[in-house]
């Protein structure tokens, strides 16, 4: 099992930064990858960014790149997600997401990733 734990999520303001970090535990040589997905009300979660802990490959979705990096540390297990120029409609709970075999599905799917944070907030206001 990995456990994960996301923080620095709140409330602000369109244009400004925030950077959410995702703190894994456990069996975490059992992943290959960590991603972060996100889910506005009323909508599916959505893939955001991925970053191979081996090798630092990244993946990001169309609507976040250029303004969006995620990255990592691997000698503290976690992961970062640097948020900027940020917009009404980034608002969502942001999660972190351990992904053992990428399969068919690939690094961006959902249904590739097998375990998943509890999620952190954030809002942003015109």
């Known amino acids: 099992q990995v456990q994960l734990v996301e923080s620095g999520g709140g409330l602000v303001q369109a244009g400004d930064s925030l950077r959410l970090s995702c703190a894994a535990s456990?069996?975490?040589?059992?992943?290959?990858?960590m991603g972060w997905f996100r889910q506005a009300p009323g909508k599916e979660r959505e893939f955001v960014a991925a970053i191979r802990w081996s090798g630092g490959r990244t993946y990001y979705a169309d609507s976040v790149k250029g303004r969006f990096t995620i990255s990592s540390d691997n000698a503290k297990n976690t992961v970062y997600l640097q948020m900027n120029s940020l917009k009404t409609e980034d608002t969502a709970v942001y999660y972190c997401?351990?992904?053992?075999?990428?399969?068919?599905?690939?690094?961006?799917?959902?249904?590739?990733?097998?375990?998943w944070g509890q999620g952190t907030q954030v809002t942003v206001s015109s």
């Open positions: 997401a351990a992904l053992r075999f990428p399969g068919a599905a690939g690094y961006t799917a959902r249904s590739s990733y097998d375990y």
């Open positions: 456990g069996r975490t040589f059992s992943s290959i990858a």
